[in-house]
């Protein structure tokens, strides 16, 4: 099923030299749209009619922008003017926001043009929507950025932004075999975004290649969260840098839920970075970290109550009973509580900080491959402790088990956004070169 449609890099530069107009880029995005998702069902909303106009308009500009002419989707907890972005829930399916989220602006003023929105779960950790995993349809695309990550694994968008609070990026990503990225906290703004807790959102891209994803973090990060490099001299600095990156195998706090498939994905990424030259050392995490789902839970699960309990009170009978459980427990949990949780997590945030600076860390992106869609959507114990410490965290797909995708998940300190994306980039080269994606 999937069109491997060309790169958001490839798009730019064969409008660049007038070998496609954005218009036509666009026109064969509504076509794969029409013509495949209503087996995925990776969109909630697209407006063909409006997406075409703004494709003429990129046309008919004198300047171009990074982005010029790219399609991109946007999962419906971020605003995009004129569409619906529902939050996955039957409270808002029928909301459609007046101006759009920050990121959606930035991309926009990139030249991108935004293609529809996709399907998330319910307030983004509830029920799950409607989409299928491209790799199997039988299997779950993650949640919660289902629609984004699907939609981009089933080549019909290049690229797709998604958001998460605790695992809603690099799981989806890992199930359907893309990279995504979660970024060091607050260097995407949320502006704009259904706010699930200020404490632990994050807004980030996926693609199927690792040049699309390192030309969308520029065009979106913040102004004080500088992405690079982009000069040689920077590359080759970072090149020095990378040359020397300890690199860790770090299992953390869900260490018991790993399963075959997820091992065998942590061992051909162990046996890709000694191809590079890189030792990859095991490290098992001092026993306070152990705490990290519990912590997580108890910050996210207050902050939804204060965001949302009014709607449990008003339309309880529209919740599945999975968000009303989740709304009721954090009813019950003190604001002294809280600030405890709180207190606990920057205290890990600084044990880790010194813990993996200087280093590169590989853990599990996920317990195992995509579940079948009648067990849920999957664990995020795997992905809790990034979002948590407020890490940027990249998923890397590392082939295929048995036919469905497996990936590892790479992490490091604050700020180190760009270096994960370039030792990535090596990885996935080693790995390919290597032989090492082969299915067993």
Known sequence: ?????????????????????????????????????????????????????????????????????????????????????????????????????????????????????????????????????????????????????????????????????????????????????????????????????????????????????????????????????????????????????????????????????TRAAMDRATAGFAKLGHEVQKLDLPPEFDACQEIIETILYKDLWTHYGEDYHRYRELLSQRLQDILLEGSQISNAAHRSALKAAAALRQTAQTLFRGTVVMSPAADSVAPLIAEGTGSNAQQALCTLLGFPALAVPCGKVEGLPVGVQLYGVAGTDSILLEIADSLASALTMGGLLDAS
């Open 1 to 261: 099923m999937k069109q491997n449609p060309p790169a958001a890099t490839e798009i730019v530069t064969l409008i660049r030299h007038k070998q496609r107009t954005a218009e036509s880029v666009v026109r064969d995005c509504l076509d794969r749209i029409e013509a495949h998702d209503h087996d995925i069902h990776a969109f909630l909303d697209v407006d063909a009619d409006a997406a075409l106009a703004e494709a003429r308009l990129r046309d008919r500009q004198d300047s171009q922008g990074p982005l010029h002419g790219v399609p991109v989707a946007i999962k419906e907890v971020i605003d995009v003017a004129g569409l619906r972005c529902g939050w996955g829930s039957e409270v808002y399916r029928d909301r459609i926001p007046q101006s759009d989220a920050v990121v959606v602006r930035k991309l926009r003023d990139a030249g991108a043009v935004i293609i529809g929105t996709t399907v998330s779960t319910e307030y983004a950790i509830g029920a799950a929507g409607p989409t299928r995993n491209p790799a199997g349809a039988c299997r779950s695309p993650g949640g919660s950025s289902s629609g984004s990550a699907a939609a981009v694994a089933a080549g019909l968008v290049p690229i797709a932004i998604g958001s998460q609070t605790i695992g809603s990026i690099i799981r989806p990503a890992t199930y359907c075999g893309i990279f995504g990225l979660k970024p060091t906290k607050d260097a995407v703004s949320t502006t704009g975004t259904m706010m699930m807790s200020e404490h632990l959102d994050h807004i980030g891209p996926m693609a199927t290649n690792l040049a699309d994803l390192a030309l969308t973090c520029r065009m979106i990060y913040q102004p004080g969260a500088a992405f690079g490099p982009d000069t040689p001299g920077q590359r080759d600095a970072s090149r020095n840098r990378l040359a020397g990156l300890k690199v860790l195998r770090v299992e953390g706090p869900a260490r018991n839920r790993v399963q075959p498939e």
